[in-house]
Every structure is written in C-alpha cells, then in structure tokens.
C-alpha cells in the first residue's frame, strides 16, 4: 500500500509539473503570437510608407550590384518595370557617375550611418535626371544592405540655375557700370585734349602771318599746349587700351574655356576693372610669389577673385588695405586674399557658402556670390576657406591643383572603364 501510494504521489506530482510546463509554453506562444503581429503591423506599416512615399525608395545589394526591391515610383521615375529594375544591377541607372556611385556605397556601408549626395541617374528613355539620394543601412537575411532614398532635383537645379544667372547679371551690371565710369574718364580727356588742339591750331594760323614766328611768345606757348595734350590723348588712348585688355583677360573672351593660364594676371584684370569702387578708399598690397602657370577655368575663377575682391571692398567701410598673397604648396597653387574690414560675425562664419545667404539686406545681391565661388573651386578639385574676426578683418585662402588637366583625364578615364 505505501509503494502504491509513493507511485501515485509521484504521478500526481509529475501531472502537475507538466501542467505547469504546458502553461508556460502556451504563455509563450501567446507572446510569440502577439510579437509576430506587432511585426507584421510594423511591416505593413513600413510597406504602406515605401509604397505610397513621393520618393523613389531601393533595396540594393552593393555586394552584388543588385536592386533587391523598390517601390512604385522608383518604377515611374526611372520608366522602368519592377521586374526590369529588379533585374538589373543599380549601375545601370548611374552609368555616367560610377566612381561616386562606388565611393558613395562603401561608405554607407563602413560608417554605418545615414549619408547624403547628389549623383545623376539615367532612365529607360535616356534622359539624365539630376537626383539627391540619402542612404542608410538596412540587414536584410543577414547580410548588410542599402536603402536609398531618390528624390528628383530637376526643379531646384533649375531654380538655382536661374539664380546663378540672375547673380552673373547683376555682376555683369556692376562690371558694366564701372567700366562705363573708367572709360568716360579717358575718353572725356581725349575730348578735351582734341578741342585744345584744334584751338592751338587755330592760334598757329595765325601766327604764322608773321615773319618772326620763332620769337613770338604766343607761337611758342602754342606749341607746348599742343605737345602736352598729344601726351594727354596718348595717355588717355592707352588707359582705355588697358581697360579693354583686363575686360578680355576677364572674361576670356575668344579663348578656350580650359586652359593653361596666368593667376597673377587674372587678378590683376580684376583688380582694373574694380578700379572705379577702390579709388582712394583701399589700398592694395599685392605679394606675389612664385607661381607657376596652371590649367584652370580661367574666365570662371576671375569671376570667383571678383566676387571675393568686391566683398572685400564693401567690407572696409572708410579706409583700408586688400592683401593678395600668393605661393605656392607642395603640388598646389594658394592664393590668399585679406582685407581690414569689420569681419564676419562667427555665428555666420559657417553658412557664408550657402545658397542664398546674405547678410547684406533686401535688394543688396542675392546671396549666390560666395556660393558660387564654392562650385567653381570644387569644379577645380581645390579647396576655399574662411578666417575672419570681427573689427579686424577676413581672409579667405583659395587652394587650386597645379595637376588639374591630369586628375580631369585620371577621372575621365576612370569612368570609362
């Protein structure tokens, strides 16, 4: 009887482990089951969001050069089907801009963080879309993938196009306006000069009537007028001569667009035809070193020195000094541009390169000026910084490439392969 009963207190016992076991389990398939549907609403969610998002959004594999899934207006903006992109590997719809494409992945990939750039895709038709894409990661099967996130920039590239022109001709009417006031001046003492002559002229003729000419005062004073104002025109004619040579050296007019150039007389153009706004106001000091001649986009970095030179000018409100440094650097041409005006405030010191920014007011430019400096010196591969202090002035270093018609060919050759 006791075995039996110790058999029967032991079944009991294991019943109830079991029951206990058996409750457990089941709690953790109610668990399981409510996370299953909480991940199943999220990625809902999430698909409704891709879906239905005014962006272009891909899955993409860089190990494999692979689009894995995209939603529809990836499909609208690249004029392809879904299997079609799904097909194809995601170089195909950046065929132009492979070296960025690669270094924009990788570091995606490495730093493990959101990254932004602006690349250009093709789509089925052939059209070139400008695109600004932000990327992070995202582990799909294991395995470190991309999603991108593509928005069409063609309206803002427009806009900004639009300002950059609007920029270009308000500095082309400051440029014409002081060139009209450089040549007025010349041209009003040849005026003057030509209308004393022809007095002179006259006076001779008259004197002449007389036999003893070489001893007449009058005769002799006549003469000298005459030889002071042929040096005036002279002058004058040459003045104009030089402002008409620094306006083509300006602009580059009749030459290529890349070429190998003179940095000191690209400045120097500059600085004659901001002659009219330095006057007596600013001193330059030009410390000129030993630069080699450079292949650069000569006409668009003379537009860069203008831009800085003229801002330079309006920061020297009575008198002043612009210092124009240069040297060269290793493999680098530098040049260096200081003024003694009131500086920059340092809450603004950072945004100066951005698009529209100004500090100037309503109506005073647009804002571009700078901002376009920046594209033209990244067009050369070179770098532009700013110093400045308030009361004390800025200086701004312009850093330029002496091998830039080889790193445009390494590039160049690069994207072919």
Known sequence: MKNETKTKEKLIQELETLRAKLAAFEKTEAEHKRTEDKLRKSEERFRKIVEYSNDAIL???PERDKIIDVNPRACNLFEYSREELLSMPITAIHPNEMPELMAFSKS????????????????????????EISASVIEIDGRPCMIALVRDITERKQAEAALRQSEKMASLGN??????????????????????????????????????????????????????????????????????????????????????????????????????ELKEKV??????????????YAGELNQVFMNILRNAIQAIENKGTIKIRTF??????????????KGIPPENINRIFDPGFTTKGVGVGTGLALSICYQIIQKHMGEISVES????????????????DKLIGKELEYKVK
């Not at 750039?117 to 093709?122: I, Q, Y």
């Not at 630069?291 to 650069?296: A, C, D, Q, S, T």
């Not at 202090?389 to 830039?404: A, E, N, S, V, Y």
Request: net charge negative; hydrophobic share 40%.
């Open 108 to 131: 995606v990939l490495e730093q493990g963080e959101g990254w932004t750039n602006e690349l250009s895709c093709l789509t089925k038709s052939g059209k070139t879309l400008p695109t």
């Open 59 to 61: 899955i993409i594999d």
């Open 283 to 296: 001193t330059v000091i030009r410390d000129y070193g030993k630069i080699p001649k450079i292949f650069i």
């Open 175 to 276: 440029l014409v306006a002081g060139l009209a006031h450089e040549i007025n001046s010349p041209i009003g003492a040849i005026n003057s000069a030509a209308d004393t002559n022809n007095l002179c002229l006259k006076r001779i003729e008259n004197i002449v009537k007389n036999r003893d000419i070489t001893k007449n005062n009058d005769y002799q004073r006549a003469l000298n007028i005459l030889g002071d104002n042929i040096q005036i025109t002279a002058n004058a004619g040459e003045r104009i001569a030089e402002i008409v040579k620094s306006l083509k050296n300006f602009a580059r007019l009749d030459e290529a667009e890349f070429q190998q150039s003179d940095i000191h007389e690209g400045i120097d153009s500059t600085l004659t035809l901001l002659n009219r």
């Open 389 to 404: 202090q308030l009361g004390k002035g800025t200086t701004f270093t312009i850093i330029l490439p002496m091998d830039l």
């Open 328 to 341: 060269a650097e290793k493999n680098s041409v530098c040049i260096q541009i200081s003024d003694s005006g």
